[in-house]
């Protein structure tokens, strides 16, 4: 019987959730950051047993959930769902430690903050549609506390906006996905079953709709993309930072998984619309960044903007465009979980705004927070060197070869992007220091542990990408086989 590490992985967070229900208070973040740390390493143990030569899923476990509709209990990992995961478990555990300043009903944070991780890696892990959407599903209910109690002014607003966009989004997936079940004839949920059941294309490209709405919610693509700023603004840091770094990743991840396998003529064949609705998130999302007094909110447009790359990689089916869109995955959860942390965290608990209108001259009084702050600047607008540019351009080059068009008229977004930046930094960082801010601390250690691991991902990624791509490019080359 072989180990059955996934299920491990998947629910170790939510044993620990448990046992912080029946321990005392101050012994809760302890319990969470060992908990998190744990399934961090049971995660890089998967790297060991990988095998790079293989596109299929490993480390299978399978067993009869609802026999009667073919329902099963079915994980699996590809190289795709391996990056993912392990992207998810690092992310927890540096948000968790950035959660450590958490005093207001600790236990029932951190309680949700553990289930939270085992939606996601559910989802990352699940290879039956109905286990899938459960955890699809499931990710709403940590998410709707984390925001709707620790969040800011306007957290009830920005929670209930976040569940009936995502919620409403989800209905069509469900209803697409049934309609494959049945129109298969095949009586299962089993996902890699149903890529195979060769479904006529007049229905394909009805399934694609439903499942498209699902997954453009989360993404989010333009113009489904309104919540996501309101979101990032209101949610805690941590959560902030999970929800950049990872959930979104969701909703590409499900092209991936879902919108290519399953209905694969469709895909082609709204292949255009696709990118076009990629290259509009890249342009859109950049000039609305460039218009933002709120850095949090200037953060939060750049996410949307930085998917579109994602999306505009995954319509060019392509080999480079599909690699290229899983690295801008991970880069992008990456760069985001540092710049909300730094932004919604370090920044403004040391200046008290989020307005880049008050801020000026860190360098003279923070340099090494400041210093810090053009590194995540710099990888965000993708200098190269670092993830945030092979994360941009691969996508593009997947599009000059299927999309040439619409790459063409992405390309300029990119000096949107290196202008917001900069005008940021020259604006936050340069200058003479406002009078009030008086003594202000630089970075600590505590502080340097959530920002450093990322960071040197970042680097690594940028300098050699075969770090990443070497772990999903045989899955990659399956996958746009199959058009």
Known sequence: MIFPILTLIVFLPLVGAGLILFIKERFVKIVALATTGVTLLLTLSLLFGFDLSSSSMQFVEKYTWIKGLGISYYLGIDGISLLMIVLGTLLCFVACIASWNVENRVRGYFLLFLLLETTVLGVFCALDFILFYFFWELVLLPMYFLIGIWGGERREYAAIKFV??????SVFMLLAMLA?????????????????????LAFQKFAFWGIFLGLAVKVPIFPFHTWLPDAHVEAPTPVSMLLAGILLKMGTYGFIRLIIPLVPDATYAYRVVLGALGVVSIIYGALCAMSQSDFKRMVAYSSVSHMGYVILGIASLTVIGVNGAVIQMVSHGLISAMFFYMVGDLLYNRLHTRMISEMGGLYTKIPVLAGILAFIAFANLGLPGLSGFIGEILPLLGGFQTLTVLAAIAVPAAIITVGYHLWTLQRVNMGSAPEHYGTIPDIKWRELAVLVPLGIFVIAIGIYPNIALSWCSQTVAKLTGII
């Not at 009936?164 to 989004?169: E, N, P, Q």
């Not at 494959?180 to 006529?200: E, N, Q, R, V, W």
Request: proline letters at 4%; aromatic letters at 18%; a positive charge.
């Open 180 to 200: 494959i079940y049945f129109k298969s004839g095949l009586h299962t949920f089993d996902m890699i079953a149903l890529a195979k059941a060769g479904l006529p």
């Open 164 to 169: 009936i966009y995502t919620f409403a989004g």
